[in-house]
């Protein structure tokens, strides 16, 4: 298996997430308004977001998924991660995921680096399809796949038991002559 790939973009360093990042990751990930749509509980302890950079490399090896750590060029801090998770190669797809550090929000920074992870799932993966799974009362998470061109398909009933209870899910899907098309434009 190759390296982790690299993704620079114009204000963004997309990298991999290596276990001195971890009191980066524990800043934004123990923070509940960060964590309110991850379905995961924040994060209490340095173990917390080892086990997360873990989990990362894992998926990388098992060829299931790939979580690029956000760092904005010049610093070498981690504010956020964005990346793909439930790879299924025989079907051509991947689930996109990210989050970032509230002191981040509403500056362009996830769209910026959710539209390189897309582009790099197109092009390098060879994705025909990516998929995002978005709670209903996450409002900004469902605009900016709009904005990317996602489309919500539908409502999934109680499709995720997390932190004790079951939440609905919208799936949302981007095919990739959708988003060749959204760049020839």
Avoid at 4 to 28: H, M, S, W
Avoid at 119 to 147: C, D, M, T, W
Wanted: aromatic share 12%; net charge negative.
């Amino acid at each position: 298996m190759k390296g982790f790939p690299l993704i620079e973009t114009d204000g963004l360093i997309l990298r991999e997430v290596k276990q001195d990042d971890a009191n980066d990751l524990l800043k934004y990930l123990s923070d509940k308004e960060v964590m309110k749509y991850v379905g995961l509980e924040p994060f209490n302890s340095i173990d917390d977001a080892l086990d997360e950079i873990s989990w990362y490399k894992s998926i990388f090896e098992k060829g299931t998924g790939m979580r690029w750590g956000i760092s904005l060029k010049g610093q070498d801090k981690i504010i956020g991660s964005c990346g793909f998770l439930n790879r299924a190669t025989q079907h051509y797809r991947a689930e996109i995921g990210y989050e970032l550090s509230k002191e981040y929000w509403g500056k362009g920074i996830a769209s910026e680096a959710i539209e390189a992870v897309i582009s790099y799932g197109f092009k390098e993966l060879n994705l025909h399809r990516i998929e995002a799974l978005i709670e209903p009362l996450n409002l900004p998470s469902q605009k900016v796949l709009e904005r990317k061109g996602f489309i919500r398909e539908g409502l999934l009933r109680g499709y995720e038991y997390t932190c004790g209870k079951f939440d609905d899910i919208y799936m949302f899907s981007l095919l990739k002559q959708d988003f060749i098309r959204k760049k020839d434009r």
